[in-house]
């Protein structure tokens, strides 16, 4: 549905060359929530507004269901972005219109009928929880109710795709999962694809299927949402993992560990679904006479799917430890020996 090839934005100031966004390609498919990712300054925003052509590439070519943007004409382009709905960090509300008459503006642009105006607006309200504040005013409502206004706006002209520009980050935690979870019905009642960028990685792992990790304006990492979660590749993606999974021993937690017990195996064991309730240790105690100890857990949900990693001091003779790591990958779980605390 979204096709990025070679996407490369430069903006020129003071006779400075500045590479916003280099070389990113990147698919999203039909009804994809798809997370994008990075510190401040790592290129997220000029890339999604490339993506609606706010922002025109100076290279590569952007793609929305099969058509080439850079080849339509203002007109043409003025409709596309018809079906493309998008909302802002800092909501982007007119002060003086009402509630009603915010969400009412992109149908009024294209000269909608009044009373189809009404049904619209009167649907999107009951939608995202506001229809008995159509006659208010921002200034009167919370960060997270103007937001639930500007989604309502975004979906008033049934938009295909829906961008969202840092859409949490000025609300506060419980704020932030309210209005997740009403991408999420958004998303499964009207098949809509998402693309939204953000520097939390508890936004990508609530409701995100792929995510790209963008450094530098470069994306590094891409992949299934529970991949990149499970198996990093780079720093800046594990250093976004930390901030709400750590599994990682403190290096004097392992230095003493050590000390006291140089025999057996510290293990890293993750595991997915339904492996959370599997009695796997019970198996290496009683199959393998193993002593396993658990130092450290964690467990999460990512979207629709749990995630748990445990560290694991393992006892025991050396030949039943081994036969006891290959019955846990035959479990399907991922196994790590750590001899440090990364």
Known sequence: ?????????????????????????????????????????AGKSTLIRCINFLERPTEGTVRINGVDLAGLNEAQLRQTRRKIGMIFQNFNLLSS??????????????????????????ELLELVGLKDKESVYPSQLSGGQKQRVAIARALASDPEILLCDEATSALDPQTTESILELLLEINRKYNLTIVLITHEMHVIKKICD???????????????VLDVFSNPKQTITRNF?????????????????????????????????????????ADLATRFSLRPNILYGNITQIKDTTYGTLVVRVTGE?????????????????????????
Do not use: C
């Open 1 to 41: 549905m979204i096709h990025l090839e070679n996407v490369t934005k430069v903006f020129h100031q003071h006779k400075q060359k500045i590479e916003a966004v280099k070389k990113v390609t990147l698919q999203v498919g039909k009804g994809e929530i798809f997370g994008i990712i990075g510190y401040s300054g």
């Open 97 to 122: 219109n009402t509630v009603f008459d915010n969400v009412a503006a992109p149908l009024r642009l294209v000269n909608a009928p009044k009373k189809e105006i009404t049904r619209k607006v009167h």
């Open 210 to 224: 792929r995510v790209a990790v963008m450094e530098n304006g470069e994306v590094v990492e891409e992949g299934k």
């Open 241 to 281: 993992i930390k901030t709400i999974f750590d599994v990682n021993l403190p290096e004097s937690l392992l230095k003493k560990i050590k000390e006291r017990n140089s025999s057996g195996k510290l293990l890293r064991i993750s595991f997915v679904g339904e492996h959370v309730a599997e009695p796997i240790w």
């Open 318 to 342: 050396a030949e039943a430890i081994q036969a006891g790591m290959d019955y846990l990958s035959k479990q399907e779980l991922q196994i790590e020996v750590i001899d440090h605390a990364g």
